[in-house]
């Protein structure tokens, strides 16, 4: 988890990357719920996942850093 | 139909490790995620008959949101190039949950009450909570009058609910 004290970025080797679609944070261990009940109940009212998109980011980098495609 | 549009702070993480790996081509590549998400918008209005997104950002992901609409309206390449009405043509309403605007009225009802214990609890008052201020915001929108005191609008909204948490945790002090 932890970054390069450098570059601020990935260290020499390894990537953590978020996941991706709505399985990234509906719950956040086993029986403790994030968005899943939220995502239950708009999935009830006609919500689906081409209405429904779970924008998972990497929130241990600076915020500017999420787009920087080349460091 | 409205679009939903989650912003989530919490992720679960892939960790792969790739000893061999060059450096320079593969551990520094990073996931563009604020043109992921200009891009996504885009497709998801245009694939839903032009109706706007709402967004549900939370935590720290209601500051990243913040982030996003300047870099998306900012001139590329350090912006998206969206132009200066990219926001109002592609948001319809932005719902922040539990977002870190220099502190909050809900945090003395949370400390108060320790209702993350009890999920039954938690989960009743959020479910409420998410759906009297998805209903109020999105009414509010349609009407001119108040249009443009969103904000005002959301943290009286806010202090209401924190009044009734209270209500609801602590029937004798309140």
Redesign the interface.
């Known amino acids: 988890?932890s970054l390069d004290n450098e570059?601020g970025?990935?260290p020499?080797?390894?990537?953590?990357?978020?996941?991706s679609g709505?399985v990234?944070?509906d719950y956040?261990a086993a029986g403790?719920?994030?968005?899943a009940?939220?995502?239950a109940?708009?999935a009830r009212i006609?919500?689906e996942e081409?209405?429904?998109?779970?924008?998972?980011?990497?929130?241990r980098?600076s915020?500017?850093?999420?787009?920087?495609?080349?460091? | 139909?409205i679009?939903?549009?989650?912003?989530?702070?919490?992720?679960?993480?892939?960790?792969?490790?790739?000893?061999f790996?060059n450096?320079n081509l593969?551990?520094?590549?990073?996931?563009?995620?604020?043109?992921?998400?200009k891009s996504?918008?885009e497709l998801?209005v245009s694939?839903?008959g032009g109706n706007k997104a709402v967004i549900?950002p939370?935590s720290?992901?209601v500051?990243?949101f913040l982030?996003f609409m300047k870099?998306v309206e900012a001139p590329a390449p350090m912006g998206g190039g969206g132009g200066p009405d990219w926001c109002s043509k592609y948001i319809k309403a932005i719902v922040n949950i539990g977002g870190p605007f220099l502190g909050v009225p809900k945090a003395i009802a949370g400390l108060f009450s320790a209702e993350a214990r009890d999920?039954a609890v938690a989960?009743y008052i959020?479910?409420m909570a998410?759906l009297v201020i998805m209903a109020m915001l999105v009414t509010r929108l349609h009407d001119d009058l108040y249009g443009c005191s969103l904000v005002h609008q959301y943290f009286t909204l806010a202090r209401m609910i924190m009044l009734v948490t209270m209500n609801y945790m602590f029937p004798s002090i309140v």
């Open positions: 988890m570059t970025m990935d020499p080797g390894i990537r953590v990357r978020p996941v709505l990234a944070a956040f403790y719920f994030v968005w009940v939220l995502i109940n708009l006609g919500y081409k209405t429904m998109y779970m924008a998972a980011y990497d929130w980098i915020f500017q850093n999420t787009e920087v495609s080349l460091f | 139909m679009i939903d549009f989650a912003l989530s702070f919490y992720f679960r993480t892939l960790l792969n490790v790739f000893p790996a450096n593969i551990d520094q590549v990073r996931d563009q995620t604020l043109s992921r998400i996504n918008i998801m694939t839903n549900i939370h720290m992901g500051l990243y982030h870099w999920i989960r959020f479910f998410m």
